[in-house]
Structure formats: structure tokens, C-alpha cells
Nanobody, 121 residues
Framework: QVQLMESGGGSVQAGGSLRLSCAAS?????VCWFRQAPGKEREWVAL???????TYADSVKGRFTASKDNAKNTLYLQMNSLKPEDTAMYYC??????????????????WGQGTQVTVSS
């Protein structure tokens, strides 16, 4: 059983930055960040594959950077130039499946409890 815990959320003004962390008891090859805004479906934000290569959703490309520290079993999400529409609960997740190109929710077995990010205009 893999356990994940996010931290680093908070409230910032538009244009600001936050860095999220996700501490895990273990990580499979596929790890992703997701977010869910009130009244909306959970959407993927960033994928990190086994080689550390990243893929981003169009909505965050150029502003967010995902990374992982394999030695510490920790994921990071650096979020810059934040916008009010980035307001959401952010989750990290890992999958024992090989995930390519994007992060379908159904493929991920292990999830953190989420950390709230609020961006004010």
C-alpha cells in the first residue's frame, strides 16, 4: 500500500508562486499531479515518467514545473505566474501502470489527500 501526502498549498495573489510537495512511502514509474476546482471534474496537470521526463496539460504549460527526487520518494510541483483559474485542490498520484502522454484518472490507484491552492485576483 502506497501512501502519499501533499503539502505546500496556500493563498497567493495572481502572478505569485507556490511549490507543492508530495511525500510518498513509495512511487511507481508513473506519477502525476491532478487538480480539482469546486464544481469541476478532476483534471490532470503534469505527468512524470520513469525517466523523469515531464508532460503538461496545456493550461499550465510554461508556468508549472514538475519534478521528483527518487532518493526521497518526493514529488514537487513548482507553480509560477499563478492565475485565479488555478484555484483548486491539488493531488499527487502514482500508478503501477505505464502511463504515456497524459494522466487518465482511472489508471491511478494511489492518491494523496490533497492540498488547497487559492489564487486571488
Amino acid at each position: 500500500q502506497v501512501q502519499l501526502m501533499e503539502s505546500g498549498g496556500g493563498s497567493v495573489q495572481a502572478g505569485g508562486s507556490l511549490r507543492l510537495s508530495c511525500a510518498a512511502s513509495g512511487l511507481y514509474d508513473s506519477v502525476c499531479w491532478f487538480r480539482q476546482a469546486p464544481g469541476k471534474e478532476r483534471e490532470w496537470v503534469a505527468l512524470i515518467n520513469r525517466n523523469g521526463l515531464t508532460t503538461y496539460a496545456d493550461s499550465v504549460k510554461g508556468r508549472f514545473t514538475a519534478s521528483k527526487d527518487n532518493a526521497k520518494n518526493t514529488l514537487y510541483l513548482q507553480m509560477n505566474s499563478l492565475k485565479p483559474e488555478d484555484t483548486a485542490m491539488y493531488y499527487c498520484a502514482t500508478s503501477s501502470r505505464t502511463v504515456l502522454g497524459a494522466c487518465p484518472r482511472w489508471a491511478f490507484e494511489y492518491w494523496g489527500q490533497g492540498t488547497q491552492v487559492t489564487v486571488s485576483s
